[in-house]
């Protein structure tokens, strides 16, 4: 195990935004993740659990504790299940199981990230969300690391971009054992280069982002006046939502800057980082976008990016 010290964290993220991690450990086995627990408990620092960096923002003045980055990556396949690594990219077991002809993790073709990072905030896309094929997580409780625990689909707690690890925070998810089905491989293949078609067409991945800022918005928090104006925008994915996108349209705010910080034009739901920006220019960005939002359509926004203070993490 490397115990690196004052490591750019905007080298560790899709945003290419955050200041320096006081330590960095990169653990790519689950003795590495344990031994790294021992050191963040010896230290009495925050602890940081960072996958690919897709959907974090990280502060200018980075992040004071330790920063524990998950890579253990293995992949196998085992009848209709694949059993995969927390550390995994979804990008290596959308192919595999391609390959395989099995179907059921179409929808994650061009969402980036990590199979981990995906279970943790129960991402979704295009119909399809990881609750729908995990059937059990093994996780490692980070105040008693010796310790494995394992979960059923129905314990993982999953709502929209959310689980029960995102709740707790004090576990390392470890492995996870989707279940998906035969299907046809040319048609799977098909699904998955339509996805990743769309993702290019509709969004600014030409620029440094993290996604979506913000989740969309419940239909059923919205007045009645409101559903009737919005009732050709909704979307049906995972249930009916107001999408962030259209309200930031119809607010005038795309292509609102602060500094390096943009509010796309081609996806308003993204604010992207056309060079230079700094977490300070996307929270200001943020804090105004949400301000307007409120004012303007009585919403309150709920960031679905995880924003990372320097003195934030989970202290032992
Ligand atoms: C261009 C772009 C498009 C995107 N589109 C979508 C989309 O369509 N749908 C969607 O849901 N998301 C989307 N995202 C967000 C992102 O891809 C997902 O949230 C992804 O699943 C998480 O990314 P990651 O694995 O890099 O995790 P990170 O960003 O590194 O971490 C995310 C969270 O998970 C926690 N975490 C990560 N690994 C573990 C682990 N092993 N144990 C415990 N906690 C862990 C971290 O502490 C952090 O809080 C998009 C992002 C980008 C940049």
Redesign the pocket.
């Known amino acids: 195990m490397i115990i690196q010290e004052n490591i750019l964290l905007k080298n560790h993220?899709?945003?290419k935004i955050g200041g320096p991690a006081r330590y960095f450990i990169e653990a790519k086995s689950v003795a590495e993740v344990q031994e790294a627990l021992e050191f963040w408990k010896e230290k009495g620092i925050a602890l940081?659990?960072?996958?690919?960096?897709?959907?974090?923002l990280f502060s200018d003045g980075g992040f004071a504790g330790l920063v524990l980055k998950?890579s253990l990556d293995s992949v196998r396949l085992s009848g209709e299940e694949i059993i995969v690594e927390?550390?995994a990219k979804?990008s290596d077991v959308v192919e595999l199981a391609a390959k395989n002809g099995l179907k059921g993790i179409e929808w994650a073709g061009?969402?980036?990230?990590?199979?981990?990072?995906?279970?943790?905030?129960?991402?979704?896309?295009?119909g399809g969300?990881?609750k729908d094929i995990v059937v059990e997580v093994k996780?490692l409780d980070i105040r008693n690391p010796e310790k494995i625990v394992s979960r059923g689909n129905k314990e993982c707690g999953f709502g929209y971009?959310t689980s029960a690890?995102?709740q707790i925070?004090n576990?390392?998810?470890?492995e996870i054992k989707l279940r998906l089905q035969q299907g046809d491989s040319e048609e799977i293949e098909k699904a998955i280069k339509e996805h990743i078609r769309y993702?290019i067409e509709r969004?600014p991945?030409e620029y440094?982002?993290?996604?979506?800022t913000f989740k969309n918005v419940d239909v059923n928090l919205v007045s009645e006046e409101q559903k009737k104006q919005w009732s050709a925008v909704l979307k049906t994915d995972p249930f009916p939502l107001v999408p962030v996108a259209h309200l930031f349209s119809e607010a005038g705010l795309k292509g609102k800057k602060v500094g390096g910080a943009m509010i796309s034009e081609k996806h308003p739901n993204?604010f992207i980082n056309t060079g230079g920006a700094t977490a300070s220019d996307v929270l200001d960005l943020i804090s105004s976008a949400k301000k307007t939002i409120k004012e303007r359509f009585g919403i309150e926004l709920e960031e679905?990016?995880?924003i990372?203070g320097e003195n934030g993490g989970i202290k032992f």
């Open positions: 993220t899709s945003y940081f659990v960072l996958a690919g960096g897709n959907n974090i998950i927390a550390g979804l061009g969402l980036p990230g990590t199979i981990g990072g995906a279970v943790f905030g129960n991402a979704g896309a295009f969300e990881m996780s971009r690890f995102k925070r576990e390392i998810i470890l993702r969004q991945l440094p982002s993290a996604g979506s993204f679905e990016v995880q990372i």
